[in-house]
């Protein structure tokens, strides 16, 4: 899979969560459905994206703790906020990392594959973020910032396709998704236009730092990590969501 296929499948992940943010009172609930979407497309592409051994452990783990996180951040009980129990989800992953490798019958790079797959649990793990931030923002009334950074990172991953060179795409993909978050963020969410162009420029770099890491991969464009290289971006950007709706951007 190229550059320019895994783009609109990076893109509709992220619109498919802006489309998810304007469903009203199922909001939470289906984010939660996407997020889980999302962690399944990284746990398929991760083992294959970093060439860790014992492929089908990682996944296990990896997608598992994506779509645990995204229904415990949708159904946490009294007892414990959506991000305590998102935190502790990760934490079993991280346990659960250590049990794969020790239940591995070749232990040929265990090194590589325990700190491949860790890394893989976070990155899937806080995709639940945008379960959090979705569920605060519909009882705060402001879901259309959800919205608008969802919408502004499918501009950025789709640019950051583009056929020019690295630091010329880069920067095309950072000022249009900036564009893009804070001309949504200031007209749908209210918000200050200084303050909708930092969101905007946060959201924009990060997608697009994200992208360039996972893409720099050797195997990046291979079916199978392409998956990962798509959703990657996506699930990290989920962090900024939450940030922006708890900071009451």
Avoid: K, Y
């Amino acid at each position: 899979m190229t550059a320019p296929e895994r783009a609109p499948l990076g893109a509709a992940l992220a619109l498919l969560l802006a489309l998810v943010s304007l469903t009203g009172p199922l909001s939470p609930a289906l984010m939660a459905v996407a997020v889980g979407v999302l962690a399944l497309l990284v746990g398929i592409g991760w083992p294959d994206l970093l060439e860790l051994p014992s492929a089908t452990g990682t996944r296990i783990v990896v997608a598992a703790t994506g779509i645990v996180g995204a229904l415990v951040a949708v159904l946490a009980p009294e007892r414990f906020t959506p991000v305590s129990g998102v935190v502790m989800v990760c934490a079993t992953g991280v346990f659960a990392s250590f049990v794969h490798q020790m239940l591995r019958p070749e232990r040929r790079g265990l090194t590589e594959s325990l700190t491949g797959t860790v890394a893989g649990v976070f990155v899937s793990g806080i995709g639940a973020c945008w379960v959090i931030a979705q569920n605060e923002s519909a009882d705060l009334g402001t879901g259309t910032v959800v919205t608008a950074i969802a919408a502004g990172l499918a501009a950025t991953l789709l640019l950051g396709a583009t056929p020019l060179r690295a630091l010329a795409r880069f920067a095309a993909s950072v000022l249009v998704g900036a564009a893009v978050t804070a001309a949504l963020a200031a007209t749908l969410a209210g918000m200050a236009p200084l303050v909708a162009v930092l969101v905007g420029l946060v959201t924009a770099v990060g997608a697009s730092a994200a992208q360039l890491l996972v893409d720099s991969s050797l195997v990046a464009r291979d079916p199978l990590p392409s998956l990962a290289v798509a959703a990657v971006p996506v699930a990290t950007v989920g962090v900024l969501a939450h940030l922006a709706v708890i900071l009451g951007l």
